[in-house]
């Protein structure tokens, strides 16, 4: 959270490439001069960005670079990891993340997440979605609760293939299904923003482009930020683009232009598959 | 006498097994291979093939010779004795004849014995002396043999190295078959036993009776010389008891291990893990002594405060103490089956906004119960065979009561009275014990059945 002197030396030392978009959009998510350490390692070098609201933005860069860890900064989920420190600003609607007299768990509701393998509770479909709901008392009635149930399966766009078993178990669905049960059990809680840690990565190409499709669809009502270790998906669902290497963000603008005309030539090495 | 010669034999079958592998090696290291041709085993592999097919079979006629050679002998001592001795004598007089012969070889005279008995013991010696030295020769004749046929057979392409894993694995089968056997024999003498007892008292008088009361009278004219075998109070003793113990340690414990799991960081378990190891090594003996000086009076007083009376053996203080004895237990079985459930869904719970309290009960715990419920029913079974802490805490009256300030007995302590009385040993009263202790063996093992399998059960779902 000491801010201001280090942003300087950092911005200097690795200056970001930035191209911003032709009709801006209001900003969600603000992160300034972010650096991550793991006991003694240090993972970011101080990443500023800008996330725009109600779009999809891509973070893309080899393995190890730091996405997943920059992704964690957002809803804090760094905080569980021990011997993780963070420092440096992180703004949501304008107010600090890290502040100290900020609710953890009230920014978690704010900001839900989406893992890399789905991890549905071994719980009932139903009670998988209604988890949320229940232990923030969204709901007050039953009726309610299975009002916002319902409503969440159909935004993941699982609601018609699970309507007949809500009873059943969530882990006896298709991985695809976990994904989108997964991703429903985020919506439940109403989060302004959505992060993805490679979503698709333990899924197989149909249930992936449904995924991808939802993703679509999700961005009319959520700013959602998506890590990815396919080009291609960052270039089907994202509007911009961030390129990280070695902890530090190289890169970002909208996505075309990253796929097409990259500033950096360490961007273009890694987008024509030069490393990665 | 006999018994110095199979040991001597032992070491002889030992001393010839490592002259066998000498043997074998240096032939094997001598193998001159045909051209094109590859040794097959390494000439250690050699030595070994030729030590265990000398050592093996020496060894398990040394084994049925010690074995044999005595009830032989006693045959032929009793068929030698002079016909004025032994006829019309019943097969236990003509026992205590051949002890006596016995007594008399081995030079424990209490009086001047028949010319007759001493000749027979002459003749004892002599053919135990005839029969040891026979061993030893016929061990070295086998051993020369085997040397021999088994060296004939090692040649470049033999496969003694295979050879030798055959006898490994068969060695261990053997092993792990004594275990098996031991066990087996356990189960049948248990239930011989018990048996003999229901052929006095009958089955159902024995599980569903309401008086306990096994004292027989020593002398059949005496008063109260009928005993009582309802073992009913018993059970109930051993069931408060256990209950008792499982309400102090289950909470307890699960507690601990949730706390160790989710919250505690690694100075904290680095320090608390240790403790419940040791806490899990106290003797039960010394769980026992803090029973009776420091719990049970400690009871007591309370519940005179309360205005209660309580025994100074009473239930409480035996359950509490026993229940402390396998808090460790409860805690380290809670602790791995926390610690089983996916991380994933522990992130996933934390990352919808809940607190770790929340994850932990609406999470982990169902999660884990299974897994815990096992480790519970483990720690249950282990309750209900503890005997140290209850023969010294509990009392020795089966009173039918579950009122926890009372005095009540288990099945475990009654076993260790009734056995430990001077008394026939086919008496109804000692032979109590062993139903008692059939009963004991069926609960414990089926308890431990269900919780392995709910366990394991619920290992596999997360692997
Ligand atoms: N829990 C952790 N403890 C220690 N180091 C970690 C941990 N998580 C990630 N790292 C390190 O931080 C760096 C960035 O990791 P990560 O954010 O997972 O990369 P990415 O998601 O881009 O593959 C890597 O060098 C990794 O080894
Ligand atoms: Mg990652």
Partial sequence: MTVAADIKTDTSAFATIRTPDL??????????????????????????????????????????????????CFNRMNDTIVGARVEGEILLDNRNIYAPDLD?????????????????????????????????????TKAELEEVVVTSLQKA?????????????????????????????????????????????????????????????????????????????????????????????????????????????????YITGRFG | MGAILVGYALLLVAALSAIAYVLGRTTGARLKP?????????????????????????????????GLQGPVIDRMITASLPAELSSGKSGAEVALLVSEVKNVAAGRMFSEPNPAIVAAAERLNAWESIAGWALLVIVVAIALGSISITRSKLSPRFRARNDVEKTISGLMIACSVVAILTTLGIVV???????????????????????????IALRADQVAGQGAFGAVPVFVGTLLISAIALVVSVPV?????????????????????????ILAGIPTVVFGFFAILVVAPAVREFSMTLGLAASPNSALAAGLVMGIMIIPFVSSLSDDALKAVPRSMRDGSLALGATPAETVVKVLLPAALPGIMGGILLAASRAIG???IVAMAAGLIATMTINPLDSVTTVTVQIVTLLTGDSEFDSPKTLAAFALGLVLFVVTLTLNIIALRIVRHFREQYE
């Fill in chain 2, 189 to 215: 003498s248990l239930v011989y036993e018990a048996s003999a007892f229901f052929a006095m008292v009958p089955f159902h008088e024995f599980l569903f009776g309401l008086k306990w009361e096994p004292q």
């Fill in chain 1, 104 to 140: 953890v768990v009230e920014l978690r509701a704010r900001v839900g997440m989406v893992f890399q393998k789905p991890n549905p509770f071994p719980k009932s479909i139903f009670e998988n979605v209604a988890y949320g709901p229940r232990i923030h008392g969204l709901a007050r």
């Fill in chain 1, 23 to 72: 009709q801006p959009r209001p900003v969600k998510v603000k992160a300034t001069g972010v650096k991550v350490f793991y006991g003694a390692k240090q993972a970011l070098h101080g990443v500023t960005i800008d996330i725009p609201d109600r779009t999809v933005t891509a973070f893309i860069g080899p393995s190890g670079c730091g996405k997943s860890t920059f992704l964690r």
């Fill in chain 2, 34 to 66: 045909a051209a094109g041709e590859k040794i097959h085993s390494l000439p250690g592999y050699h030595g070994a093939f030729v030590a265990v097919w000398v050592g093996i079979p020496a060894l398990i006629l040394v084994i049925l010779w010690a």
């Fill in chain 2, 386 to 388: 503890e005997t140290m």
């Fill in chain 1, 157 to 269: 766009s699982l609601f018609n293939e699970v309507k007949d078993r809500l009873q059943e178990p969530g882990t006896g669905l298709s991985g695809g299904q976990q994904q989108r049960l997964c991703i429903a059990r985020a919506i439940a809680v109403s989060p302004d923003v959505i992060l993805m840690d490679e979503p698709c990565s333990a899924l197989d190409p149909i249930a992936t482009a449904k995924v991808e499709e939802l993703i679509d669809e999700l961005r009319a009502n959520y700013t959602i930020v998506i890590v990815t270790h396919s080009m291609q998906q960052a270039a089907r669902v994202s509007q911009r683009t961030a390129f990280f290497h070695l902890g530090h963000l190289v890169e970002e603008g909208p996505t075309n232009m990253i796929f097409t005309k990259p500033i950096e030539q360490r961007t273009q090495d």
């Fill in chain 2, 253 to 277: 414990g699960v507690f601990t291990a949730m706390y160790l799991v989710e919250y505690a960081d690694e100075r904290v378990r680095a320090v608390v893990k240790p403790i419940l190891e």
